[in-house]
């Protein structure tokens, strides 16, 4: 079994920042890559930003510049940084790991997370 608790959103300003982490958690044997989504109302899901096992980076062209993910392998976590944020990075985000546990390999999802960008 395993989990990922995502924290961290909240409401902020136009302009401000917000980390968010995910911690994934269980029956965990290597963790591959791992992933920052959103989606937010009447829009469908989208993808914000991965990062590898071995670091490399990607990220959705609206959010180049202002986040930035990393990870911490020994911690089975990911990170978010979000900075210069904007009213149209309202959303729930999302984390997704793709995570081996005795020779399995699945996609797993947290429970989501909350941000508005709102004066």
């Known amino acids: 079994q395993v989990q990922l608790v995502e924290s961290g959103g909240g409401l902020v300003q136009p302009g401000g920042s917000l980390r968010l982490s995910c911690a994934a958690s269980?029956?965990?044997?290597?963790?591959?890559?791992m992933s920052w989504y959103r989606q937010a109302p009447g829009k469908q899901r989208e993808l914000v930003a991965t990062?590898?096992?071995?670091?490399?980076?990607n990220y959705a062209d609206s959010v180049k510049g202002r986040f930035t993910i990393s990870r911490a392998n020994a911690k089975n976590t990911v990170y978010l940084q979000m900075n210069s944020l904007k009213p149209e990075d309202t959303a729930v985000y999302y984390c997704?790991?793709?995570?081996?546990?005795?020779?399995?390999?699945?996609?797993?999802w947290g429970q989501g997370t909350q941000v508005t960008v709102s004066s």
């Open positions: 990062i590898t096992s071995g670091g490399s980076t």
């Open positions: 269980g029956s965990i044997v290597s963790i591959y890559a």
């Open positions: 997704n790991a793709r995570i081996r546990t005795d020779g399995l390999v699945n996609d797993y």
